[in-house]
């Protein structure tokens, strides 16, 4: 397949999208690390420590709101960065690590938004997560099963805040700048290794 240069700018493209998806992982991670300070993981207690946080803690307000946004933004560049690969041409088998990786992250990232649904324990986000749950509970064979391991059985209470922060915190974020960084390895092997062809096809 001819590599034309509209191809070449989206691959180029696509590692800069990497990039700054890296870089915004890193900044919601180290974010996140300077909320958790303060954040206490229980319900009722999650409203007001946030609340203090954004009135009371020196700059607090600055780094829940750069940690929301960053969450908010590595989902959308995860999805243009998909798009672009795709337009780019970059579908063959050669970039099956690019493929795979940035797809999991998108959903890794996704899964991570919304797993800090409930944690902020406001109206918005506790009713959402009521909805949720009750979807997954109709879920067949496994539902209930992931309803009870995410609500920690029964009501939405503490429980469910403390299940939630420890699969949002020490599984889906460490998981999700692995993926990151693999992504963006990859894309950058790639082009690694296509430089020389392309050049060589030049010349010829």
């Not at 795979?100 to 959402?128: H, V």
């Not at 064979?141 to 992931?146: A, T, Y």
């Not at 390895?185 to 060589?200: G, M, N």
Request: proline share 2%; hydrophobic share 50%.
């Amino acid at each position: 397949m001819q590599t034309t240069q509209f191809d070449r700018i989206l691959r180029r493209l696509a590692t800069i999208l990497s990039v700054v998806v890296l870089t915004l992982c890193l900044i919601y991670t180290s974010t996140g690390v300077l909320l958790s300070f303060y954040y206490a993981p229980t319900a009722g207690g999650a409203y007001q420590s946030l609340k203090m946080i954004n009135t009371q803690v020196p700059y607090g307000w600055l780094f829940h709101r750069a940690h929301d946004i960053a969450g908010n933004a590595v989902i959308a560049l995860a999805l243009i960065d998909i798009v672009v690969m795709f337009l780019g041409r970059q579908f063959r088998q050669s970039w099956l690590t690019a493929w795979i990786s940035g797809i999991l992250f998108t959903l890794s990232a996704i899964a991570l938004n919304w797993t800090a649904m409930l944690l902020s324990w406001d109206q918005e986000g506790y009713w959402r997560f009521n909805i949720e749950l009750r979807n997954i509970e109709a879920i067949p064979l496994i539902g209930e099963q992931l309803r009870d391991i995410l609500a920690g059985g029964g009501a939405i209470s503490t429980v469910t805040v403390q299940h939630l922060y420890a699969i949002h915190s020490y599984i889906i974020l460490p998981a999700v700048i692995i993926l990151a960084v693999v992504h963006l390895s990859a894309l950058l092997w790639q082009e690694k290794e296509i430089q020389p062809l392309e050049t060589s096809l030049a010349e010829s």
